[in-house]
């Protein structure tokens, strides 16, 4: 029998669903044969789940590229500002076309890892106390948690990126700390940041991070043909199922935004374009970054934007 | 070396398991005989490490896997933002000492209530209780009264055990009234508000010092030889004493204005009352030298309570892989008893995990184990209280104090107790004949004082409750 | 407040060798300390440009980060020369003269193998982290603004490593010790008899 520990953190919410669903059709299909024992935290800090992968410590384990850039920097061309993504079906197919470019996979097995699918993320809308923001005038002088990219299109438009922990975010918007704060609708939820929030901008999509669960090369190469095989075909499964339940919470967070009185904030397509326009420079910076890191970053770049336009839920 | 020892057939069936409570046992072993802590710790959690991954690599593979993991636990560990707080207040100790402020509360304390019997222990709870509401962490409370507090009563012809033990009991306040190292890392460990955190700790503490102080007193009148009374001071002499201890109040207000009126997160604020704090012991006339001296104890002690956390982190990431915490979810999700006699029972575990494991360790290792326990065994659904009489929201905040009370216990029980070891360390160092033993055995009656205090917070949740209600 | 170590010295070889690394090691600590400091004002200092200027530390609590590997680590020998890092002494309190170095030679022998695994571990941590070729040599970073880690991993293993050469020294002296069954060894933090802790004492009140 084979058992293979997986390491992801925090508890268990919409965002492992498809690693539970994995470990579930793994151990059905193979009769118990080959099993998964998904720990959350016990084996790896999040920041070092592919240091984990590269040791060979487990065999599978989830991370978000933006938590260490350095580490994976072709990825994070999915985590740029304002690609345009709008569903978590389009996120999956777009960042499945990422994973599919041999830079990736070189830039992974540098880890001694090999992606298996991504976990998509909604867009990080922003949560405000106060009078709503709709106009990228009224991001002046905004006091907003964001970080990375996201924090840097907001400071392009004079926002001014506050460096708050996750957990601090909720006491930060609280007491004045920060006016707004930027996370997915699951985040907003168990941080808190939706109690106490006036509004929400339903339609920023300023960007998003990227998050893919990738297994330890040498234990999936040791795999059996017969358990790789049932691996690779549950990915699928794993995804439907990830979408399915993300969509119920999401039918739910219309829900939540009335009972607790947050306003949703429709933000003027001239006014996103706006904020694009600003993100330009930032796309414009990274393909420079990655070309110069020996990454076909231009290449990448175009890959990613040509998926997500091929993608785009048809209306 | 795979070649000369075939670790993979060696170990064929061995259960993970049952090789980890082994080593458990091993690892307190190498405690008594008097091992640094912090790497007895790293050692069994290497060795246990070691042998899981030749189990399934072979020697050479497993040894470079478990070496490789171990070595990426201090760095990782020890670079947690709100880890940062903990420096901030020791520091904050350290120079509230040059600035008077802890002498001066402890005067203050002992002119108030320095006439009742075991006085000057009613004082010293007291006092920690005063200088709780600046400091966030209770090891730093423990060693800044050890250096005051216990001479004093040593003059006085306390008991010495009984002197030791009361500050290191005392200490542990520090991590109920906010701000407080701890809560905000169970906050952290199980997401929930920093802000509602702290300020439902305030009650709870208040509550654990009348009751640490009763004990005192009553300690005291049965057996007259542990320290007499210390009167004979007039009103006058009393109300002098209060400006000196002012400027605690000052500190308090500066933190709870910048927290509450958007200065600063919580974890900043303490940085501001540090400021503060620095502020007033140049005021006070502290030299440059005294500056180095402050920085230098600083950083001895938090080199060392972070090389704890780091050690015990190592033993603890080699639990996560024997499968430690599952086990134990699993034992409780199979038990079909009343809430509270479950609740009981976490809470028997955690008296006898913390006799061997730090507070910090001890909850990071828990806590992902026993929250999801408690709130699946409240089952409280949406704004509906459960079987604890609480919505899983307040139930959440609540557990919290409580859990953060039990890990305070172990802090003063032995055989790893940190405000013992601190308190002995400091005593040892300022020359004091005052060994370890000695103050495990002066704070075992606060381990009664202890368990009423959680008696009476399961019993009367409002306690908990009612300041972060109002938020 | 600080008060004398309990550490011997004399002329002997070993003597100059612990207190060569003590010179090495009370700096550190001293960086240490310095650090902490630094951290507070770096906290009121982006409390009151976030408040007054509306402008916060970029990055804040990256940098935060990084400071906490260097007052982590920095000071690691020198509480273990100064006998710092806290223990059970119930059963070491009792023992005398041999038996009592060679428990703590035992101890110190843990100690060393568990630190050399750490410096190889904490080593290749930090090697993963950095790339001659990479920009920045940097292959991790912080989550923020991305700041290189390399440099706060490599001051684990290095402070691991001084760790090392302490715990090397204290085997020798030990050794020595359990060879020459001397009651008061140098270069090893000693547990003192009342009457020297009431002359230290007093040398500390008078200072
Ligand atoms: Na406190
Ligand atoms: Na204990």
Redesign the interface.
């Known amino acids: 029998a084979t058992e293979w520990n997986v390491s992801v953190w925090g508890k268990r919410r919409a965002f492992t669903e498809h690693i539970e669903k994995m470990a579930e059709i793994v151990a059905e299909e193979s009769s118990g044969e080959f099993t998964m024992a998904i720990s959350y935290g016990g084996l790896s800090n999040n920041r070092e789940n592919l240091d984990g992968i590269s040791i060979g410590a487990f065999e599978m384990a989830q991370f978000c590229a933006g938590y260490h850039r350095d580490k994976n920097r072709a990825i994070t061309v999915l985590e740029l500002p304002f690609l345009g993504v709008e569903t978590l079906e389009q996120e999956v197919a777009v960042a499945n076309a990422v994973y599919g470019h041999p830079a990736v996979a070189e830039e992974m097995a540098q880890w001694n890892a090999r992606i298996l699918m991504t976990s998509p993320m909604p867009q990080y809308n922003i949560v405000g106390t106060g009078e709503p923001r709709d106009t990228v005038e009224e991001f002046d002088g905004m006091r907003v948690r964001a970080t990375g990219g996201i924090g840097s299109v907001f400071e392009s438009v004079g926002a001014v990126p506050t460096s708050v922990t996750a957990t601090e975010a909720y006491n930060s918007m609280e007491s004045g700390v920060v006016d707004s704060v930027a996370f997915a609708q699951h985040a907003h939820l168990s941080f808190g940041t939706i109690d106490i929030a006036d509004w929400w901008t339903e339609n920023l999509n300023p960007g998003t991070v990227n998050c893919p669960v990738v297994v330890n090369t040498d234990a999936y190469e040791a795999l059996s043909d017969e358990h790789r095989a049932i691996l690779d075909a549950a990915v699928e499964a794993s995804i439907d199922h990830y979408l399915t339940n993300y969509a119920e919470l999401l039918e739910g967070w219309e829900t939540t935004l009335s009972e607790k009185g947050v306003e949703k904030v429709t933000v003027a397509p001239e006014e996103i374009a706006k904020m694009r326009e600003n993100a330009g420079p930032i796309h414009e910076a990274w393909i420079e970054e990655a070309t110069s890191n020996g990454l076909p970053g231009q290449e990448l770049y175009d890959l990613t934007v040509q998926a997500v336009s091929d993608n785009a839920p048809s209306n | 070396m795979d070649a000369l020892i075939d670790m993979k057939a060696l170990l064929e069936g061995v259960d993970v398991f049952t090789m980890s409570l082994w080593l458990s046992g091993l690892l307190l072993v190498l405690v008594v005989i008097g091992v640094r802590v912090a790497f007895a710790a790293a050692f069994i959690g290497f060795l246990g490490l070691c042998l899981f991954f030749m189990q399934k690599q072979g020697f050479d593979r497993g040894l470079v896997t478990a070496m490789k993991t171990v070595g990426q636990i201090p760095h990782s560990k020890a670079t947690q933002y709100a880890l940062s707080l903990i420096p901030t207040f020791i520091l904050i100790g350290y120079l509230a000492y040059y600035a008077g402020l802890t002498r001066y509360l402890f005067e203050a304390a002992k002119r108030w209530v320095g006439w009742v019997p075991g006085g000057l222990g009613v004082a010293t709870v007291f006092a920690t209780a005063g200088f709780a509401a600046v400091s966030g962490a209770s090891v730093a409370t423990s060693a800044v009264f050890a250096r005051i507090a216990i001479p004093e009563m040593l003059r006085e012809g306390y008991d010495k055990r009984f002197a030791a033990g009361v500050v290191a009991a005392g200490g542990t306040l520090a991590s109920l009234i906010p701000p407080s190292a701890i809560l905000v890392i169970y906050a952290i460990i199980v997401e929930q508000s920093v802000g509602k955190l702290l300020l439902a700790g305030f009650l709870p503490g208040m509550v654990s010092a009348l009751i640490y102080g009763g004990l005192v007193i009553g300690l005291a009148k049965i057996r007259p030889s542990l320290g007499p009374a210390v009167g004979g001071y007039s009103w006058g002499d009393r109300f002098r004493a209060l400006p000196g201890a002012m400027p605690i109040l000052l500190v308090v207000f500066i933190i709870v204005y910048s927290i509450y009126f958007g200065w600063a997160t919580p974890t900043e604020a303490g940085a501001l009352g540090a400021g503060v704090v620095l502020a007033m012991a140049v005021w006070q006339g502290m030299r440059f030298g005294q500056l180095k001296g402050a920085l230098m104890e600083a950083a001895k002690l938090t080199v060392m309570i972070f090389a704890m956390i780091w050690g015990v982190l190592i033993y603890v990431r080699y639990l996560g892989f024997a499968k430690l915490p599952d086990a134990f979810a699993t034992f409780i999700a199979g038990l079909d008893y009343p809430p509270y006699l479950i609740l009981l029972a976490i809470l028997l575990a955690y008296v006898v995990l913390g006799m061997f494991m730090d507070a910090i360790g001890m909850l990071i290792l828990t806590l992902p184990v026993t929250f999801p326990a408690v709130m699946a065994l409240n089952g409280g659904v949406g704004g509906e209280p459960g079987s604890l009489g609480m919505t899983n929201e307040e139930a959440a905040i609540w557990f919290g104090i409580i859990v953060v009370k039990m890990a305070e216990l172990c802090l003063i029980t032995p055989p790893i107790g940190l405000n013992c070891f601190v308190v002995a360390g400091v005593a040892q160092d300022a020359k004091m004949d005052i060994s370890v033993s000695d103050v495990f055995r002066g704070a075992s009656p606060f381990f009664v004082a202890d368990v009423i205090t959680v008696a009476v917070l399961v019993a009367f949740p409002g306690i908990v409750l009612f300041l972060p209600g109002l938020l | 407040?600080?008060?004398p170590s309990s550490v011997l010295t004399d002329d002997t070889r070993l003597s100059r060798a612990d207190r060569l690394l003590l010179r090495v090691e009370?700096l550190l600590?001293?960086a240490?300390?310095?650090t902490?400091?630094a951290?507070?004002?770096?906290?009121?200092a982006?409390?009151l440009l976030?408040?007054f200027l509306?402008?916060?530390?970029?990055?804040?609590?990256?940098w935060?980060?990084?400071?906490?590997?260097i007052?982590?680590?920095?000071?690691?020998a020198?509480?273990?020369r100064?006998g710092?890092?806290?223990?059970?002494?119930?059963?070491?309190?009792k023992l005398r003269g041999r038996l009592l170095w060679l428990?703590?030679f035992?101890?110190v022998l843990?100690?060393l193998?568990?630190?050399t695994?750490?410096?190889?571990?904490?080593?290749?941590?930090f090697d993963?982290?950095f790339d001659w070729?990479?920009?920045?040599f940097?292959?991790?970073?912080?989550?923020?603004i991305?700041l290189?880690?390399w440099p706060?991993?490599l001051a684990?293993p290095v402070a691991?490593t001084l760790l090392w050469l302490r715990l090397a020294l204290q085997l020798w002296a030990y050794g020595r010790a359990i060879r020459t069954g001397a009651e008061r060894p140098v270069a090893v933090p000693l547990i003192?008899d009342?009457a020297e802790?009431?002359n230290?004492?007093a040398a500390?009140v008078a200072d």
């Open positions: 407040m600080s008060t009370a600590n001293l240490s300390g310095i902490i400091f951290l507070v004002l770096l906290a009121i982006n409390v976030r408040k509306n402008a916060p530390v970029p990055g804040y609590i990256d935060t980060e990084q400071f906490m590997a007052f982590a680590f920095l000071g690691l020198y509480v273990q100064e710092g890092h806290i223990r059970m002494d119930l059963l070491v309190g428990f703590e035992l101890s843990f100690m193998l568990v630190t695994a750490l410096i190889y571990g904490a080593w290749f941590h993963r982290s070729n990479a920009p920045n940097s292959t991790d970073s912080s989550i923020d991305a290189p880690l706060a991993k684990v691991f003192e009342p802790q009431a230290k004492e500390t």
